[in-house]
């Protein structure tokens, strides 16, 4: 059997933006590692040792036998703690030894994918436990790697693969959950909408519509008279929605506001919706 056709383009998006991570630090001298990014707390290290651990995991390798410092301020939950720690027991390793895994890891993560014959409804190990299905846990690891991919580039000032293929697969990704970001999470009021008006390298426009039982949905039809309007560029949009920015961060222009300035305010508080 060979790799199912509805999975295969989160093969190729995930291979494209790995590889860019790649591409990205591959001759990155030693004291660029250490250099923060807008993912809260951590390094380009820290993000390239998260990208490993996860994809390493889905490997089936043994997790690692690790007891974080006490210091970490940003470790308050159990999945914080989960996530960290094959981003703490990296720390200390050096740049060659930081490139050698990550290239070895896509090797071996490349050639597991290529021999993928699952149906993309079966049920696979959800990382951090759990079940999930395969092709939601591809698409989910399209999302976080291309969303660290960005990390890096903007903290190495080497932007691109804004509108890529993982791209596109992230923002449908991400765009699943404004629907309760707007209707249970900022409580906007049944029968109103709020349009997000998103320009760029990857343009498009979305509604969410709450039903009169307060239900949401997502559309990208037009609405008439909305309660709010976001109008925003998509990289802006995409930091708001992975909590890499505060909207009150947000430099002037990259971000409009008309209409119910109450809940547009109450969304953007509930806006960042990944960990």
Not at 127 to 141: A, K, Q, Y
Request: aromatic letters at 6%; hydrophobic letters at 40%; one cysteine or more.
């Amino acid at each position: 059997m060979t790799v199912h056709r509805k999975i295969q383009p989160y093969i190729d998006a995930w291979t494209h933006s790995i590889e860019s991570i790649n591409e990205l630090v591959s001759t990155l001298p030693e004291g660029e590692w250490n250099r923060p990014t807008e993912c809260p707390y951590w390094s380009v290290r820290d993000v390239v040792s998260h990208v490993i651990g996860f994809e390493c995991e889905i490997l089936g390798d043994p997790r690692p036998i690790h007891s974080l410092p006490s210091d970490l301020r940003h470790i308050t939950s159990d999945r914080a703690r989960y996530t960290e720690v094959p981003v703490d027991i990296r720390r200390h390793h050096t740049a060659p030894e930081m490139t050698s895994e990550l290239e070895y890891t896509i090797i071996r993560r490349s050639r597991q994918l290529r021999n993928e014959s699952r149906e993309p409804d079966a049920d696979v190990r959800a990382i951090g436990g759990g079940e999930t299905t395969l092709e939601e846990l591809l698409w989910s690891r399209v999302f976080d790697v291309w969303v660290h991919e960005q990390d890096l580039r903007r903290a190495l000032d080497k932007p691109g693969n804004l509108a890529s293929a993982a791209a596109v697969l992230s923002r449908e990704f991400v765009l699943r959950a404004l629907p309760k970001v707007v209707a249970h999470d900022a409580g906007a009021k049944p029968g109103s909408a709020v349009v997000f008006d998103v320009h760029g390298p990857l343009e498009f426009m979305r509604t969410v519509r709450v039903s009169p039982e307060g239900r949401g949905t997502i559309d990208s039809a037009v609405s008439l008279g909305p309660a709010v309007t976001f109008v925003a560029d998509w990289e802006t949009f995409l930091r708001l929605l992975t909590g890499r920015v505060k909207a009150a961060a947000v430099p002037e222009g990259r971000l409009k506001i008309e209409g119910d300035e109450e809940l547009a305010q109450a969304i953007l508080a509930n806006l960042a919706v990944t960990e």
